[in-house]
């Protein structure tokens, strides 16, 4: 099993979550999950011990915003095609992807990460540079990563490609 899928899993993502995800209202909205979780952390500032019931509501957010809205009427969005491709990229150790989709999802999600680490530092030390350019890296990196997504689910749609 993927660390991708082991971390779907524990968000108990099923086939109906994913169905709802796939709505462009919930791929988008889910943009604000860092930026709100920044926010929460940098709130002990402003109001001391309570910054975790920010932080618990940030979570929920995360949690609940995959489940909030109704599945697509179509499957024609970019968001839409980006969450079905991720869809099959967590399945990649049960059904391969093609070799041009191998290498690249990878490195994104490692500079991903990179941000949020970075960001966790910034918000740690209360050091906007570090928070913000955390954010933008993670972000940027993540859109990458789901126009690669929806690259794998069109041609998993249409055939093309070969693993």
Do not use: C, Y
Request: hydrophobic content about 60%; overall charge positive.
């Amino acid at each position: 099993m993927t660390l991708e899928r082991r971390i779907a899993a524990a968000f108990r993502m099923d086939d109906a979550t994913w169905a709802r995800h796939a709505n462009p209202w919930s791929g988008w909205t889910r943009l604000t999950a860092l930026p709100l979780l920044a926010l929460a952390g940098w709130s002990r500032v402003w109001i001391g011990g309570w910054w975790l019931l920010a932080l618990a509501a940030a979570l929920a957010w995360i949690w609940f915003n995959p489940r909030l809205f109704p599945p697509p009427a179509r499957q024609d969005a970019w968001m839409t095609r980006g969450v079905l491709g991720e869809r099959l990229w967590l399945a990649r150790d049960t059904r391969p992807v093609p070799s041009h989709h191998r290498l690249l999802p990878n490195i994104l999600s490692a500079i991903a990460g990179a941000g949020v680490l970075l960001a966790i530092l910034g918000v740690t030390l209360l050091s906007i540079w570090p928070t913000v350019m955390g954010i933008v890296v993670a972000m940027l990196a993540k859109l990458w990563f789901l126009d690669r997504m929806a690259w794998l689910h069109a041609e998993a749609a249409t055939g093309a490609g070969s693993p």
